[in-house]
Structure formats: C-alpha cells, structure tokens
C-alpha cells in the first residue's frame, strides 16, 4: 500500500473527515486529497504530524503493510488523559500526549460540542481485550450501558501501577518515572492537577493496597481510601457520591477480578464471577448517573489499565510485551444533558 492510501484507511478508521483532519493539519482539504491520491507525498514533518494524530507509528504511515501483521493495538493508552481534558474543556497535564482523536470526536458528537461538567472513570483492573471478547456475556451490562469501544495498547511493563500513571499523566513510563511494580507519589502533572488549576472538584475512591490509592495522593482532592470493606465499601461511596452531586471527576477502582485471576487462573470460575461482580457494578453507577445527572452532561468510562494471560499451575499474570497483557479496549458513554 502506497502512503497515499495508508492515510485514506487510518482517517476512515477513526471517522474524520478530509475536512477535519485538513484542519487539524493546518493544510488546505486539497492537500489532503492530493496526498489520498498520491499525487503529492506529505512532508516528514507533516508525516509525524499524521502519526500524532492517527496515534500510529511513522512506520505504519509509510509502509503500513510491514505493521499490519501487528498483533498490538495500535492507540496507546497514554491518548487517554488528553481527551479528558478535551472532554471538559480544561488545558490537558503538562506531558500528557495528543488526545485520542476517536474518543474525542464521540465526545463532540454526543455532547453536540458542548463539553462534559462530569467525568466518572471506572477502573478495573487486568481485564484482557482477549477476556472482553471470548466473554462478552459477563459483561452484558457494560456494554449495554456504553456505546464506544475504544482499542488500546497499554505501556510496559504492564503492571498496575505503570499503567495507571500513563492513564491519568498522558506521559510515558520514563517520564512519569513508575516502571516497575511501585508505588510511589507521582511528582509530575497529573489529570487531577489540571483538574483542580480549573477549580473542578475530584474524588477518588479505593481500597486495600491499591495503586490509584497511592500514587495520586497529596493532590487538593478527595480521597474515600477504605482499608476494610473492600469493593462494597467503594462502591456504596460511588454511590453516595454520586448521589451528593458535589464532585466532577470520580474515579472508582475494583481490583478484584486481578486480585483471583492471578491466583486462580484468569478464565477460572472464581475470576470470572469477579467479571460479572465488576459489570454488575458499573451497571448499578450508569444506571444511577442516568437517572439522577440529567441537568449534566457525563462521560463514563469502563477503563482497564493492563490485560492478563494464563500461566502454569492455573494461575494468572501480566507484565509482559505480549498482546494478551498489553491489548484492552476502554467503553466510554456520553449521557448528554437533558434539555427542558
Ligand atoms: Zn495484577
């Protein structure tokens, strides 16, 4: 495949128009349309350009044949912090990477390009793209309740906490600094840092020993940190939280399908029971943000940090460079506000 028509099949992929994508160029829709047909070739600083925007690798936009034997996602989940940023209309974390061009286009579409005052971010933990799909009936609630999949490659090591930090900084793990199975505070600039510079109110909501509970801490935020009770303790403050109305971004963590996955195997029946405990989870928060944040316009997001795969002895584990621990796929849900 030429370069020309590389460019045709990533714009098409991610829904953007020649208009669009010119505008976010700075070129003209001829030009577009010159390079589509390969008549001209873009320049190498337009080319790394497109990558950005396409969130490929140059190689991909050049020789989009060699790479598509690739067995990786090719968005990285360090798009994500960008576009919920974008999301609300609030300047994106000082390393954060560009926005994840899908996601946002979804956003303007089902905001009507008005922005979102609420941001509830669910976070489990090592839910593998491969478990999402093979099955989709443990998760019949999430994916009713959402109406955007979106594909991505998380970061290596592919460990919670690493994962997280690229999540919510929009930086790669060297320059957030976790690359390994730690957890400590992040110094860099986080979602919640430029959350709380546009005076938006945050909660994060955890237990146990997790990561979010700790490498975000000493930010002006809320914190609902539970040592007992475990995810029902989370989750009645989601609940109650969300019931209040006072916050603007929520995240909420269960690791509780990692936790037995890593001992029990990740297609075990005890892990997948935690599968259908984290859909019913999420079911009950959609369905409560639907019913009582009409006068909102939200984005929710079910949004894992890493996958798994099956090693001896009926265990589970991650961490490695292969597509079982680095594909996930992230569900997002805009509920727009309701006119009167
Ligand atoms: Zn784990």
């Known amino acids: 495949m030429a370069t020309g028509e590389i460019i045709l099949k990533l714009r098409k992929q991610q829904g953007i128009s020649q208009e669009e994508l010119a505008e976010m160029m700075y070129v003209t829709r001829q030009t577009i349309s010159l390079w589509e047909t390969n008549q001209t070739s873009p320049t190498i600083e337009n080319l790394l350009r497109l990558k950005n925007i396409f969130g490929v690798s140059l190689d991909k936009i050049v ?40 996601l946002a286009n979804y956003i303007d579409k089902v905001f009507d390009g008005e922005k979102a005052d609420r941001i509830v971010m669910y976070n489990p933990d090592a839910i593998a793209q491969w478990i999402y799909q093979k099955y989709p009936e443990y998760l019949d609630s999430a994916k009713k309740s959402t109406d955007k999949e979106i594909y991505l490659s998380t970061v290596m090591p592919s460990v919670t906490p690493v994962c997280f930090a690229t999540m919510y900084t929009g930086a790669q793990p060297s320059v957030h600094g976790i690359q390994k199975y730690e957890k400590p505070i992040i110094t860099i600039d986080t979602i919640f840092d430029a959350l709380v510079r546009a005076g938006k109110k945050v909660a994060v909501i955890t ?7 700790r490498i975000f801490l000493e930010r002006d935020i809320d914190y609902y940190h539970f040592e007992e009770g475990g995810i029902e303790a989370v989750n009645a403050k989601a609940m109650e939280v969300i019931l209040r109305d006072e916050h603007d971004f929520i995240v909420i963590y269960n690791g509780n399908y990692d936790s037995v996955m890593h001992k029990k195997g990740p297609e075990s029946a005890r892990a997948l029971a935690e599968l259908r ?64």
């Not at 237990?207 to 509970?213: E, L, Q, T």
């Open 277 to 340: 405990l984290n859909d019913h989870i999420f079911g009950v928060i959609s369905n409560l943000i639907k019913m009582h944040w009409r006068h909102h316009n939200t984005l929710v997001g079910f949004a894992m940090d890493h996958g798994c795969h099956e090693i001896d002895g009926g265990c589970g584990s991650h961490g490695l460079d292969m597509p079982e621990d680095i594909n996930i796929v992230h569900l997002y849900k805009g509920y727009a506000k309701v006119k009167s």
């Open 207 to 213: 237990y146990g020993k997790c990561s979010i509970g």
């Open 63 to 102: 020789c989009g044949d060699a790479e598509k034997e690739s067995k990786f996602n090719s968005n990285s989940v360090d798009t994500i912090c960008s576009t919920l940023a974008y999301a609300m209309g609030i300047e994106a974390p000082k390393c954060a990477a560009e926005k994840n061009v899908e």
